[in-house]
């Protein structure tokens, strides 16, 4: 029942948080924090050179209409950030407008359990028989987004799906397959360990009352000269009809896998 009333309210009646995340960008910049893209962090100077850091990584998993409100909040804060978006929250023009203002938009990748939801496997190892041909929808897909987009993408980031968690099988899984990724193009993928390795922390955001793991943003700065920050629209502010809709086709697919 407490599970029930914690999801209602963050689903529901949380008030914003919006201000508190612009409040973070000005406190971090007051701070000597450069705050970028992914993009922007894998470009030389790398390592102990480099000013203290806060890389920016938005999964915009639902909620376009906040996604947009934390861009907002971050041109007007003078912050560069990464925007990953999946097919079911594509937008182009939000997209555009993030590269033109610097900022990096790229794609929020999960074929692997959009196969297995559409072709009913729950196996694992059954999945992993069938990579190569995901791996050609996941090109099929990158190839739509940057036509749509008129650049070419060099990092993206894995979607977990309750799929992912039920198979114990994560969409990145999909980028072992190195000339898959050269062939793509992707310099990238941000769960790669290269990456994660060049944090000295790195917070997700959660749902009430958690807010952070594993500790506030706030907390790290000044501890911590090279930090990520994962955060989803969803935590911070919220969209009735949006996450509405994103809970029933959460049902629905249960339901139907």
């Not at 990584?57 to 861009?71: P, Y």
């Not at 804060?77 to 938009?105: H, N």
């Not at 790229?106 to 359990?113: D, L, N, P, T, V």
């Not at 979607?159 to 072992?176: C, P, T, V």
Request: proline share 5%; aromatic share 10%.
């Amino acid at each position: 029942m407490k599970q029930f009333f914690r999801r209602l309210y963050s689903d529901y009646l949380m008030p914003s948080r919006l201000a508190e995340y612009e409040a973070l960008l000005r406190d971090a910049s007051a701070c000597g924090y450069v705050q970028m893209s992914v993009r922007d962090f894998l470009r030389p100077p790398l390592g102990p050179g480099r000013a203290p850091t806060i890389v920016h990584r938005h999964d915009i998993d639902s909620d376009l209409r906040t996604a947009a409100k934390l861009f907002a909040r971050e041109v007007r804060q003078g912050v560069r950030s990464s925007f990953y978006f999946r097919l079911s929250t594509l937008d182009f023009g939000l997209m555009r407008a993030i590269e033109d203002y610097g900022s990096e938009a790229s794609y929020h990748f999960e074929e692997i359990a959009t196969f297995a939801k559409q072709h009913h496997i729950k196996d694992a190892g059954e999945v992993r028989r069938h990579l190569p041909a995901i791996g050609e929808q996941f090109a099929v897909n990158l190839r739509r987004i940057e036509d749509g987009l008129g650049i070419k993408l060099r990092t993206v980031a894995s979607h977990g799906d309750f799929a992912n968690r039920r198979l114990k099988l994560i969409n990145n899984e999909l980028l072992a397959d190195d000339a898959l990724r050269a062939r793509c193009g992707i310099v990238c993928e941000t769960y790669d360990k290269a990456l994660l390795d060049q944090f000295d922390m790195y917070i997700s955001d959660r749902p009430p009352p958690q807010l952070y793991h594993p500790m506030t943003p706030h907390a790290a700065l000044g501890r911590y000269r090279s930090i990520c920050l994962l955060t989803h629209p969803v935590q911070w502010e919220t969209n009735w009809r949006d996450t509405t809709r994103c809970n029933l086709r959460r049902l629905a697919e249960g339901l139907t896998w």
